[in-house]
Nanobody, 121 residues
Framework: QLHLVESGGGLVQPGRSLRLSCSAS????????IGWFRQAPGKQREAVVC????????YYADFAKGRFTIARNNAKNTVYLQMNSLNSEDTATYYC??????????????WGQGTQVTVSS
């Protein structure tokens, strides 16, 4: 059975860091690009960053450059999103998605259920 499960969200103070994980099962993880997306209350979902099957990062959002780092561990079927210098605007539900084509494609095949990140003092 196919699964994408995000974890690592929570409440964090402004300026601190958080690492999210996206764990996969049930499909050929190593062949898929994995992207991170987020949706804040009252806003549309936005693309954050992606990592290709060949381990290349693809930043969709300028706000992620220099603060967010994406990495994958195919042996663990997991992609990580390291988020530093968090601020209140980073508060959102974060989702990971798997794309069988690559990071440039908007047709994601599988989605996780999301993990909440709240940045507040």
């Amino acid at each position: 059975q196919l699964h994408l499960v995000e974890s690592g969200g929570g409440l964090v103070q402004p300026g601190r860091s958080l690492r999210l994980s996206c764990s996969a099962s049930g499909f050929a993880f190593e062949s898929f690009a994995i992207g991170w997306f987020r949706q804040a209350p009252g806003k549309q979902r936005e693309a954050v960053v992606c990592i290709s099957s060949s381990d290349s990062p693809w930043y969709y959002a300028d706000f992620a450059k220099g603060r967010f780092t994406i990495a994958r561990n195919n042996a663990k079927n997991t992609v990580y999103l390291q988020m530093n210098s968090l601020n209140s605007e980073d508060t959102a539900t974060y989702y990971c998605a798997a794309n069988r084509i690559d990071c440039s494609s908007s047709e994601n095949d599988y989605w996780g259920q999301g993990t909440q990140v709240t940045v507040s003092s």
